[in-house]
């Protein structure tokens, strides 16, 4: 027999059964990880006593979750995580960690306002090695990350346009005077990465010139019209005086044969 009160019953035991169920799992995992953590943490401790014990100094870097930000730096998007000495993602291989005292500059690609994600470029202290790229972090993870370069004491720098990162580390190794303001005829020129910025806004201001161009050309073109416009005028007020001077030679010629006869 059909009982709809039945029905609705054992839907609500159902119901409340996969939230118990949700809810436990919830716990069970957060118990896990609370676990995991506490254990590491001791296991970090013991080793550093042991090493102490042996007259051996090691010290455990923790990753600051916080301040942590989204972006692929080999195949996939994955979470990397400031440490005190390092920037790393140990969740996914192929592991990334970049030691910060190793960092020479950071430079942000791609950075306007239409774009939805930029590229970081990590440029290290050994020329000859080509710079990291952590490739498609969220443009609204930027300001985090400037925050904390200035707090690491790290310069950065930001621009439009992607960098040929091979041909900018062979500039930089063959200019003596990369950090001086000037170059070695006395003019003046970015000291540093500054370069990197002042050429993004170079090309900036070149588009402003083309556009004043176009526009100066625009002014040209109106005037050369309007100059048409009066040549037309005058041509028009030249006809009409030429209809007027024939009709009066008509009526002297009339005046002339009346006064013959």
């Known amino acids: 027999m059909y009982d ?3 029905l ?6 159902r119901q409340l059964r996969k939230k118990l169920n949700e809810m436990y799992l919830i716990e069970f995992h957060f118990l896990v990880d609370s676990c995991f953590r506490r254990r590491f943490k001791e296991f970090c401790k013991k080793m550093e006593r042991v090493a102490k014990h042996h007259r051996f100094h090691l010290e455990f870097d923790i990753p600051y979750r916080d301040l942590g930000f989204h972006g692929v730096p080999n195949r996939e998007m994955v979470l990397i995580q400031p440490t005190v000495r390092c920037l790393v993602n140990l969740t996914e291989t192929p592991f990334f960690l970049v030691e910060l005292d190793r960092v020479e500059h950071i430079h942000f690609e791609r ?3 239409r774009s939805k994600n930029f590229d970081m470029i990590i440029i290290l202290q050994n020329f000859d090695v080509l710079p990291l790229s952590i490739n498609a972090v ?3 993870e930027l300001d985090a990350i400037q925050e904390w370069l200035t707090d690491c004491s790290i310069t950065y720098t930001a621009g439009q346009a992607s960098m040929s990162w091979k041909s900018v580390m062979n500039l930089v190794k063959g200019d003596p005077r990369f950090y001086e303001e000037t170059d070695e005829h006395g003019e003046s020129k970015p000291a540093g990465w500054q370069f990197l910025q002042a050429d993004d806004n170079h090309d900036g201001n070149e588009e402003e010139d083309d556009g004043d161009e176009d526009y100066s ?3 040209d073109d109106d005037e050369d019209e309007d100059e048409e416009d009066e040549d037309e005028e005058e041509d028009d007020e030249e006809d009409v005086n030429g209809d007027d001077d024939e009709d ?3 009526l002297d010629w009339d005046a002339m044969e009346a006064s013959a006869q």
């Open 248 to 250: 009066d030679d008509a």
């Open 4 to 6: 709809p009160d039945e």
């Open 8 to 13: 609705d019953e054992e839907q609500r035991e």
């Open 111 to 113: 950075c306007t306002f």
């Open 138 to 140: 969220p443009m609204n």
């Open 217 to 219: 050309a625009g002014d």
